[in-house]
Structure formats: C-alpha cells, structure tokens
C-alpha cells in the first residue's frame, strides 16, 4: 500500500493524489493515516448484521454453525464495502473477497470502495410547490453542481453532479460539487438554489424546505385526475368544482365524471388553452402559489360567466391539489362570484383531498459507473464480470443496500442512500466520490470469470480484526 519516504512520512497510493503522511497525521481524505510508520484506514470496516423481519433472508451470507458471535451475535451478516479500502492503482485485488456458505451453495463477495468521477445524485423532490423552470441551474454556494430536469407526478426532480461539474470547470466548482455530493448521499441537508426559482433545502428522507418553509404535502392527483377522484363526493352539494393546477387544471361540470353524474353547465370560462372537456392547460404561470401557480387570487384563472348558463346563486368550490387552498364562493345578482363561508361538508371533501396527499419528501439516488479499474480488482478480465452482472450471475449492492443497475453497456447503478448506513460515503480531493460497492456469486462463478481466487478468505477470518465494526442494520431503516 506505501512505500516508506523521507523524515518518516508515508506515501499513500490509496488514489491519485498520493499523499505524504506524517506520523500521526491523515491524509487529505481524512481517509488514511500514518500509525507508527503504517498506513492504515481511519475508518473500520463495516459488517452488518440483519435483523430478519417481515420475514425471509435479506442478505447473502449467515454465521456458520461455530461462529462464535464476537462480531456479531444474531441473524444473518453480510460484509459491505464501507471501510474497505480501494484497488487504486487498480491492478491490486479488492480488498477483501470473502466466501461464506448459504443453504449449502459456497457463495463469495467481492468488496471494495470504489472511487467514482463518474458520479452524481438523482434527486426528487415531492412538492407541489413549483421550484424553477426545466434545465435552469442548480447552484451550492454560489457554484453550479446541476441542473433541474423533467418534472414527474407530484414531484420536482433535479439532476446533481456528473464529470463535467466534479473535473471540467473551476477548482472551486469541482470541491462544491464533491461536498454537495457527499453530504446528499450521507443523509445531510444542503441547501440549493435554483436559477430563476427558489431556494430548497433538500435532505433524503426529509420533507424539503422551499424558500423557508417547510413543505408538508405532494399533490393527490393534476387538477383532472382530482376531480375524477372526488366527483361524487361533491356531486349534489355544489354546482362547480375548479382544482386549480400549473399542468392541468380540472373543471367538474366540464368534465367527463361531471357528464356521467349529470351535473348541468354553469356557464364558466376558464383562462388557458383547452385540452379536451374539462382539462386547461396555462391557466396561470408556475409558482408557488395555489396549485403550483404564481396566483394567490383563484378568480383570477376566470373569465365571466356566460349569463345563457349561469343564474345568481350558483355556488362553486376552488380547490388546489393539495387541499392547502380552498374557498368557496355564491354568485351574486351580476353573476359575479362572492367568496362565503365554506359549508362544512365541503369542507370535509378538502380535507379528504389534503387526507389522500403523500408526505412531502426528498429522496437522493446515488447514481455512478463501476469503471474497468474497479473490475479489475474482482478479476483479471474485467468484462466478464460486467456480462456476469447483466446475466443475473453476479449480484451487486452498495453498502448492503440493493441497487439499480441500468441496461446497456458497463456496470451503471443506482442506490437509495436512506437504505445504506450512515456514513458510507467519503471523497478524494481529485476531486471523486468514494462509495462502497459489493458483488455477490457462486464461488464457481467466480473462479470461471477468472477471479483472484488466491485472495478468497473465509468469513471466520474476520472474527478477530480489530478493524472490523459490527453495525446492526434493520431491513430498510437507517440505523
């Protein structure tokens, strides 16, 4: 790992940047240190230990029959890459290759910390609050790390990192960017701002905080879907029902589910462009206003009644998508709409609509590429292990946690990190990611993709490190 230079220090090639460590000293990844003229990993490796609930075995791996319980006393384990160490310069075997016997079949995992370029975070955000135009920048202290990208249902999703932000700009851009990457995937907050939106601070797991506050609910459905939903809810206790939505604003006389109840035609015109009956696209710029719109008046998404249509009385429920605005309104002598208090039933249906609205949630997906140099600390012929991987012979998790691998070419996955245990993921100052990454086989599968079978150890050899930390770790919940 280090070759011995000058006045005691030692040199690191656990990345490129190939510190001098003095005496007592880490490197600048605070990752390894100098230990009485050896270089060793400031953090332990971590083994987890499942706790079996719902049923069913979650990992890979259990304690045979001798084991002795020093490392961990119950349930199944499973080795994770966290605390590992790299292959970096990359012709090194992975640091640990542990085989183990499950159900009678030798099985073995492969575990190292894979220093990622290649890397970033897929971030959704559930809110129905707008927070900026698509492709518009994604800075962190000022610095771009990213990008907005296409909206889903209920749900603002944003593109982080990449190559191009952690190498291809400024020093400071490429150190933002690590740190911003880091601190998503272990689980703490950052705050983001959004070139013409807003400000959210944004923490997997957490409910995101929009310009200061702090969002409770994602949307139950469009403005269409809405009414289609709770149409017979408001059939014969109101005349009209407008969900007002930045996409698709839903109006119940207009609507199909309005026809199929008989609900006659109120004579409503409605501003935007008319899709099919019922749905208005435009009716009002994004924002964060009622239903995800700049507008804080509803009535300002109307035009006048049509008189052939509408009579005085005619009462009409507005309504966003989340419930978190409502009013109610009685047409007057001129047919205009005078807002009165909300009878109780109606009431009681916005409730609903806010009872059916999702949690407001951030979630961070950890996305990166296993390259050539990290296969090549599993085998001598790195892409067999890739076509092990896409034939379903080689299982690939991260830290423990199940991961994505996407179709197509190379080792390409992504990891939920709220499955991952705290603390899986470090940086070199390149600037990289450092993440733990596992693949688990056959032990024949291994030897015929040309593994380093020399370096397979079994799981018993473990029991006695001391740089080795047991982590209970529940089935889906950060410890």
Known sequence: MADVAASDKIRCDACPV???????????????????????????????????EHGGRVVPFQASGDWDGKIVH???????????????????????????????????????EGIFSYC????????????????????AQGEVVGHVTTSEYGSQMLSLGGVHHLTGGSKKEGRVTCDTLMDLSNCKPVELTIDGGATVVVQAGQAPVVNGVQEERMRVGCGSATIGMFAKQWHGKVDEVVVVDDHITGVLSEHQAGKLLDIADTGIKMKGRRSTPGRYFQVAEPGTGWGGTRISDPLSVLGPFDPKEARPGLTMLMVSTTGEHAAYYVLDEALRPIEQEMPAELKFSVERIQENCEPALCTVLFMAGAGGSLRAGVTDNPVRLTRSVKDALTRVTSGGAPVYVWPGGGI????????????????????????????????SDYAALGGHMDYVRPLSSLRDSAEIRPMLFTSGRRP
Do not use: W
Request: proline share 8%.
């Open 18 to 52: 190939m510190c001098y460590i003095k005496p007592g000293a880490a490197g600048a990844c605070d990752r390894y240190a100098n230990h009485d003229g050896r270089l060793v990993r400031v953090d332990p490796h971590i083994v987890l230990s499942r706790a079996l």
């Open 74 to 112: 119950q349930g199944d384990i499973f080795v994770t890459a966290i605390g590992a160490g790299t292959t970096y310069p990359d012709y090194k075997p992975a640091p640990f290759i542990v085989s183990s016997a499950i159900d009678g079949v030798d099985m073995v995992t492969v575990v190292t």
């Open 120 to 139: 970033g975070v897929k971030v959704k955000i559930d809110t129905d609050r707008y927070l900026g135009p698509e492709t518009a920048a994604v800075r």
């Open 412 to 443: 390409t996955f992504m990891v939920d990190v709220t499955q991952m245990p705290i603390g899986a993921f470090g940086y070199v100052p390149t600037p990289a990611l450092v993440a733990p990454i596992e693949f688990t086989l056959r032990l």
